[in-house]
């Protein structure tokens, strides 16, 4: 069966829609051939990857308006080896867990380790959001600022519960493109291969004075935690600009661009701004759809980084999205697990809104011709 052929004039000048890894915008892609190439393939001991990894330290304190006394502390292995490190060397005794989806799932999953106190999980049904409730005992709240999975949004606001008790962002698809104020948070942390349209492989972290302690503290306490895995080990080489092994150069090449871009484009506010263009355009194309409707029900709780649309048993979705891969449009497939007939589209501040109103475009053609 032949597929339909989306005029060109309704196509958008990138087809890239993931939600992760995502759109890497061309200038990036070109800054890794130029200043780039002096610094691939050097020695991450010696000063130009040092410097780079100093610059992407300071771009992430001013993206994210760090105040005094927080520090970017970065690791290898991406935001699932940050879990384990986190189980290792931020949980004292006892996490609670808001899950409302895979990724917020997974943390609970690892809080789940058995030198710990099993978690106070707290569930809700993907497509909403649960809240956080201080309970005694409890020394680490965890939950995404945005569930990838399933296009949910939270509000970070500090849990006020036992003394010196953590509040710990996942913010690995919302960095650099949901606003927020971090000072309600402790530690704030993700991996740049989402929203920040760079490459996997690192996880960043920003941390509080409070968490700092914690992770001293714990390291003093004679736990085991393996040396790749300590969250100590990361502070204090990240203090020195580098990481314990040999970091991905490109990564954080692509990143650096990526935070001159946003910072200089007026930061978060800016970013924040531009991904709800993209997300309301979508959100309210699917409302007035006859066959679509946003899957988030509540319209506070639907993310601006990530837009996941349901469809009537109408419309085949895959189909869909087939159609839209065969024309260049791709990876707007809904979260594998998650099992709707949906599409999910990324709205990550790389993404210009001009190539998401043409996007709707191309779905109302599809909608029409398939
Ligand atoms: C993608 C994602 C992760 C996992 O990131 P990796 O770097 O692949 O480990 C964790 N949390 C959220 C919210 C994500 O979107």
């Known amino acids: 069966m032949p597929h339909v052929v989306l005029p060109r004039e309704i196509l958008p000048t990138d087809g890239r829609f993931g939600c992760g890894p995502s759109k890497i915008r061309p200038e990036q892609v070109e800054a890794l051939a130029g200043r780039g190439a002096g610094v691939l393939g050097t020695s991450h001991r010696q000063a130009p990857v040092k410097n780079l990894v100093g610059s992407v330290r300071a771009g992430l304190g001013e993206l994210l308006r760090v105040p005094a006394g927080y520090e970017i502390i970065l690791g290898n292995g991406g935001s699932t080896v940050f879990w384990d490190a986190a189980a290792f060397g931020l949980i004292e005794r006892r996490a609670q867990n808001l899950v409302f989806g895979e990724f917020g799932g997974k943390f609970a999953a690892t809080a789940a380790a058995p030198w710990l106190e099993a978690p106070d999980v707290r569930k809700a049904e993907p497509g909403t959001s649960a809240t956080a409730e201080a309970v ?13 999975s399933t ?52 996880w960043f972290a920003a941390v509080s004075p409070a968490a700092i302690e914690r992770i001293e503290r714990v390291a003093a306490s004679g736990r085991y935690i393996p040396e790749s895995l300590s969250l100590k080990n990361a502070l204090d080489n990240s203090r020195l600009q580098q990481t314990l092994n040999t970091p991905a150069l ?50 506070a709780d639907r993310s601006p980084v990530v837009v996941t649309i349901d469809f009537d048993e109408s419309v085949d979705a895959a189909a869909i999205a087939k159609t839209l891969r065969a024309n260049g449009i791709v990876d707007t497939e809904p979260y594998r697990k998650l099992g709707r007939n949906q599409l999910r589209i990324a709205t990550f501040t790389s993404i210009d809104p001009d190539d998401v109103r043409q996007l709707i475009r191309c779905l109302d053609y599809t909608l029409e011709n398939i």
Do not use: C, M
């Not at 005694?136 to 990838?148: K, R």
């Not at 800016?270 to 997300?279: K, L």
């Open 250 to 299: 490109a990564t954080l090449v692509l990143l650096d661009e990526q935070l001159n871009w946003i910072n200089g484009n007026g930061g978060l506010q800016w970013a924040d701004a531009r991904t709800h263009e993209s997300s309301d355009a979508l959100y309210a194309w699917a409302e007035a759809s006859p066959v679509a409707t946003p899957f988030v029900a509540d319209p």
């Open 136 to 148: 005694e005992g409890v020394d680490v709240y965890a939950w995404p600022h945005n569930e990838t």
């Open 151 to 202: 296009g949910v949004a939270t509000e970070i606001r500090r849990v006020h519960g036992d003394d010196g008790a953590l509040t710990v962002i996942d913010a690995t698809s919302a960095a650099g493109g949901i606003d927020f104020t971090i000072a309600e948070s402790d530690v704030y942390y993700f991996a740049p291969q989402k929203n920040l349209g760079s490459d996997g492989g690192l």
